[in-house]
């Protein structure tokens, strides 16, 4: 096992999980929960493979996933802004709608051949740290340099910028916002549809770049889901979001290695001996998921913060809120 | 506190000779709710058509007309919309428990793997020796699924009374490690000959089925339908005397429904959580159960078709009344094997999240009045 692989192949990996993350941390810092991130990742992942597929550039490809998610969260968007309903089972049928979709419109696409995927790219100076360059920046897809850019950027943007503010207004207390004049539920349709772009161009990240292909519901395997999960233990910061999606990512790139090696250690590698035992390592990510949400809840109870206050909760102007 | 209006701006911006207002409702009519749900499935069987219209099938009605016939036309064909809905009914009352407490469990597909492997452990493991009587196999079996699901339902409960951990994602997290968990005995442990699957149970342990009796009663030949038909209905007047007549039933709707005055009135509502997460777990494992004794007679990764994900619409569609949700599988069973039917894998979920997506924004409908106002003299 090489280390300098897992941990490069882990960022990589971790990149997907960092776009819907980041993506859902917006969204909710404006008070909209979207647990539709599975399916729209899934509807991004398949639009995205199958433009690049038929019309042969994969930027496109990206394009089209970010808006054919965009547009599918905006329905989640109109279902809970203007009509008010239950957004946890909102997102849930978001997630049916898009896996249905997907599956739908993505049937055959699993036998496409060979397309030209996003390029790689190794940044010259920088590649040549020793260790940090072989793992943040040599030979990596381009679509992690911008998840790199992204996660500080909506850092920055959340809590110093006046747009980020009023985003986080209405997302804490949506009638003083609005009193503020600013418009709430421009807002959070504004954040719902980033949010939804953001997983659909998580979705195409994993069918153009990080692992190529359409695999139908295999292809995210659940990944939206840890995904709402980070945003939790991410206490709604994009950082800790970063940091969370890319130790997701070693932890899924560890799990595929440890199956290898003959030796463990100073042992005999039980996954290589036994490869029905790889069905536990399989469990990990998701038992894993569920340690990290523990924990995440623990400290939000301990530190008396948590979510932000309106969240899951629809404005109605001159109704008695939160 | 209720009793602002909602203007629509459209009058004044557009100039439109007439104002749509919606109103709060104080009472919903006994007629609307039926009328939601019966639109929400016509407007997503139409939507489903577009969308196969559009994925490459020509006649999307026709083919709707074409398996309502073969469905519906014959014994054999209500007999497989039966079977089908035989787990969807359990699963469908897992999903209506949790959900009158707004505990939001998304995990039945979980504890309907898990209550299947719990069944076959006490085939496999073996339990009980293959020669056991049927009369005493097919209670422990059912017994075994209900406990499997359960405690597959109590760790996400638990650690939302305990933690208030939230229960959507735990819940589903526990779906993907029962899947892998019951793979590892199905291809490693139980797995027959090297096959994906675990050798066929003993006939003792086979819930019975129709066509066993097609001997005395000829028109029973070829239909599948099997014994756990029963157990969804006897289930369903349960768990509807549990909640609309005992009073923890009272206790858990009253948590759902406004949690503060379930504290001031003393319920113990973490201890609540947690049993009622393994009431729902248990109903989903006793799916299971059902699944792999009448159906498969087997441990095997394909023994659902989304039936955990499917009891979460059935327990919306019927809003979480227990004896609604019998029939209400019913159709949802039809439409699951419509979905196998026309070939595409994910029209049946397709539809599903539409009939869930107009459900909901119909409730806005059951919340408010519309009421079209005249603004100007014509």
């Known amino acids: 096992m090489d280390w300098i692989i897992i941990l490069q192949a882990g960022i990589a990996a971790g990149t997907v999980l960092l776009f819907a993350t980041v993506g859902e941390v917006l969204a909710e810092r404006s008070g909209i929960l979207n647990l539709g991130l599975e399916g729209m990742m899934l509807i991004g992942a398949m639009s995205g493979y199958s433009v690049a597929v038929n019309y042969g550039n994969p930027w496109l490809g990206l394009l089209v996933a970010m808006v054919a998610a965009g547009l599918l969260s905006l329905l989640h968007g109109f279902v809970t802004i203007h009509l008010q309903a239950d957004q946890v089972v909102s997102g849930l049928s978001l997630t049916f709608l898009g896996t249905g979709l997907s599956l739908v419109f993505g049937e055959g696409l699993s036998k496409a051949g060979a397309i030209s995927l996003l390029p790689k790219v190794t940044i010259p100076v920088l590649s040549a740290i020793p260790y940090l360059g072989d793992i943040l920046f040599t030979d990596q897809s381009i679509m992690v340099y911008i998840g790199y850019l992204l996660a500080p950027a909506a850092w920055y943007y959340i809590n110093y910028t006046r747009p980020g503010m009023h985003m986080r207004a209405v997302g804490e207390y949506p009638a003083a916002a609005d009193t503020m004049g600013i418009n709430v539920k421009g807002m959070r349709y504004l954040y719902t549809c980033v949010g939804g772009m953001l997983a659909g161009l998580a979705g195409a990240t994993i069918s153009l770049a990080i692992s190529p292909g359409w695999f139908s519901h295999m292809t995210t395997s659940g990944q939206g889901w840890i995904a709402v999960g980070l945003t939790i233990f991410a206490q709604w910061n994009p950082l800790r979001a970063a940091a969370g999606s890319y130790a997701f990512g070693a932890l899924r790139r560890l799990i595929l290695d440890l199956q290898g090696p003959t030796k463990l250690l100073l042992w005999k590698n039980p996954f290589y001996y036994n490869p029905y035992w790889g069905f536990f390592l399989k469990m990990i990510p998701y038992a894993f998921t569920i340690v990290v949400l523990v924990i995440g809840s623990r400290e939000a109870m301990r530190k008396r913060m948590g979510a932000p206050a309106a969240l899951g909760v629809p404005y109605i102007r001159g109704q008695r809120g939160i | ?378």
């Open chain 2, 1 to 378: 506190m209720a009793t602002t209006t909602q203007k629509s701006s459209a009058g004044r911006r557009f100039a439109l000779p007439f104002r749509v207002q919606f109103e709060p409702r104080l009472e919903v009519p006994r007629w609307l709710p039926l009328t939601v749900s019966v639109g929400a499935i016509i407007i997503a069987l139409i939507l489903g058509a577009f969308a196969l219209r559009l994925s490459g099938l020509t006649h999307p009605f026709r083919a709707y007309a074409n398996i309502a016939k073969e469905l519906f036309g014959n014994w054999g064909g209500i007999s497989d919309v039966l079977v089908q809905a035989t787990p969807l009914i359990l699963v469908g009352l897992a999903c209506s428990v949790a959900f009158s407490m707004k505990l939001w469990n998304i995990g039945a597909e979980g504890q309907f793997f898990i209550g299947a492997f719990a069944a076959s452990a006490i085939v496999l493991a073996p339990v009980l020796p293959a020669e056991t009587p049927g009369w005493v196999f097919i209670p422990v079996m059912m017994i075994a699924g209900f406990v499997g699901g359960a405690l597959w339902g109590f760790v996400p409960g638990y650690l939302k009374a305990k933690f208030n951990v939230n229960e959507v994602i735990t819940t589903l997290m526990m779906n993907y490690i029962a899947i892998e968990w019951n793979n590892f005995f199905i291809f490693g442990v139980w797995s027959e000959g090297g096959f994906q699957m675990s050798p066929r149970f003993p006939r003792t342990a086979w819930l019975p089925r129709l066509a066993d009796y097609a001997k005395e009663i000829p028109q029973f030949g070829g239909l599948t339908l099997h014994l756990g038909l029963l157990f969804g209905p006897i289930a369903a007047v349960m768990v509807w005397w549990v909640l609309y007549r005992s009073k923890w039933g009272y206790e858990i709707r009253l948590a759902g429904d406004n949690p503060k005055a379930a504290r001031y009135a003393g319920t113990n509502i973490a201890r609540n959580m947690v049993l009622v997460m393994m009431l729902s777990g248990g109903l989903a494992g006793l799916a299971g159960m059902a699944q792999i004794g009448g159906v498969v007679r087997r441990l095997q990764g394909a023994i659902s078709s989304g039936y955990g994900f499917t009891g979460i619409i059935i327990a919306w569609l019927s809003k979480l009344n227990p004896l609604i949700v019998v029939a209400v599988s019913i159709l949802l069973g039809a439409l699951i094997l419509a979905g196998r039917e026309i070939g595409r894998s994910g029209i049946s979920m397709l539809v599903q999240g539409i009939i869930l997506f107009a459900l909901i924004a119909s409730e806005f409908l059951l919340r408010n009045r519309v009421r079209i106002k005249r603004t100007r003299e014509a």
